[in-house]
């Protein structure tokens, strides 16, 4: 990570951390990388996403870069497009999960891959002189949102499956899936309901989407749904809801689809990709189904990179970024959805049938710091981890940063809840005392 990007491009509070000079110095520092690049842009349905199109988009034109802007189109429409259209590279304006006030930006290169560290830090040293053409070298803006029809096709055409009889819920975050999701489910013969369809512009994520699950629990269970899916603002997230009201995260979704294509001969190495968050019952089933899995950091990007250098096909996140790299090179809330059902359909079983791995018990608390790294470094810290991973046997404890958002998230896991629930609530206030601490020495 660098000093604005994080773990999932640049993000922060727009006018505040997001700063237009800041937005403005990456559209500048990404046109200077190739003369006369043509950049796919698209965003989420944030107020401020206009704005931050444009600011970037000017910064971009400085450098002689052309645009094209689609409007409101998921992150991996943007991917999709990218490589499809011959794009140098792709640009998503969002912040993904996060609420309404904050603002973000991602970047894709011609491949659809999202761009690694290295190439994050060579743009950051560009931030500090800008590049300005002469005036009959200016980039173009061309706005052209028709182009979000080839990625909706692309997923219409993915799968050869029917919804008909199925009753099936989607929570569309208010984001940036609420036209083609709902479009996609319709034209499968779905009997659907949707929730989070209509954007205002700030209540994306309020109270909705992947992170706040409760509405679309209970709307599955009171009508008797066969499933619902949750995307997030951006939609390259995709947590799953069984008949019963049962969360099935990114960590479960790896796992059927793993076994899917194990079923199926599909999976041409027995390793697929999870993270340092990933649950350690998966990794268990996986392996009983004769799957390994490979852990990296924690962050989609990462997986990317694993599974292009190892040649796999299949990774992910607890989070709900899920990789179908045959299919994809990003997560893709509604193609894994999609996906999903035809699973579901295909193989005639219910989506807890398929959800089968039994899972050890995970306790995730985020706390908010003022200062992270000087916390996270704190031999304090270090000190009183080492007793709790004592008291937790065969389980695990995960501390880290937060590459988005002013966090420390802790990680426990055990055989035992009320073990994973004593231990993190001990870290947490562990690290709040730190952080006053290290504050009160500082002032």
């Known amino acids: 990570m660098g000093v604005f990007f994080g773990t999932d491009g640049i993000r922060g509070k727009f006018n505040d951390d997001l700063s237009f000079s ?27 996403g206009g704005l931050v199109t444009l600011a970037f988009a000017c910064g971009a034109m400085n450098a002689g870069s052309n645009i094209t802007d689609i409007g409101i189109c998921p992150t991996a429409g943007i991917s999709y497009l990218t490589k499809k259209l011959g794009y140098d590279f792709g640009v998503v304006i969002s912040a993904s999960h996060n609420p309404a006030e904050f603002n973000g930006i991602k970047i894709f290169d011609k491949f659809g891959k999202k761009i690694g560290d290295c190439w994050e830090e060579r743009l950051e040293k560009k931030f500090l002189k800008q590049l300005t053409v002469s005036y009959d070298q200016v980039g173009q803006y061309i706005f052209n949102p028709k182009l979000t029809k080839i990625y909706e096709e692309f997923l219409e055409g993915l799968f050869d499956f029917s919804l008909k009889e199925k009753r099936v819920v989607i929570d569309c975050s208010n984001g940036a899936s609420y036209k083609i999701a709902k479009k996609i489910f319709k034209n499968k013969g779905a009997k659907l309901t949707v929730l989070g369809g209509s954007p205002s512009g700030v209540n994306i994520n309020r109270n909705c989407g992947a992170l706040h699950l409760e509405k679309l629990q209970a709307t599955v269970k009171n009508i008797h749904a066969d499933f619902g899916f949750a995307f997030d603002g951006d939609s390259d997230r995709l947590i799953a809801i069984d008949e019963n009201g ?27 990709v999870g993270t340092r968050h990933t649950n350690m019952g998966i990794e268990k089933a996986l392996k009983a189904k004769g799957i390994n899995l490979i852990r990296t950091d924690i962050g989609d990007k990462y997986v990317s990179s694993m599974l292009s250098e190892k040649d796999l096909l299949i990774g992910g996140e607890q ?3 899920v990789i179908v790299r045959d299919l994809l090179t990003t997560g893709d809330g509604i193609l894994n959805a999609l996906f999903l059902s035809s699973i579901i359909v295909n193989e005639n079983k219910k989506l807890s049938e398929l959800a089968d791995a039994e899972l050890s018990v995970q306790t995730n608390i985020n706390v908010l710091v003022k200062d992270k790294l000087r916390v996270i470094n704190c031999e304090k810290l270090s000190n009183i981890t080492s007793e709790c991973e004592k008291n937790i046997g065969d389980g695990r404890i995960m501390i880290r940063i937060s590459g988005t958002e002013p966090y ?11 073990v994973s629930n004593k231990v993190a609530k001990e870290l947490a206030e562990c690290i709040r005392q730190i952080d006053l601490e290290e504050n009160q020495c500082v002032e």
């Open 319 to 321: 989070s709900g970024h």
């Open 408 to 418: 420390i998230r802790i990680m426990v896991e055990s055989s035992k809840e009320e």
């Open 22 to 48: 800041i937005i403005y110095n990456c559209g500048n520092a990404l046109g200077s990388e190739i003369f006369g690049a043509k950049i796919l842009v698209g965003r989420d349905t944030r107020c401020s």
């Open 246 to 272: 049962r969360i099935i995260t990114g960590d479960m979704i790896v796992y059927i689809f793993s076994c899917f294509y194990k079923k199926h001969g599909k999976l041409v190495s027995p390793y697929v």
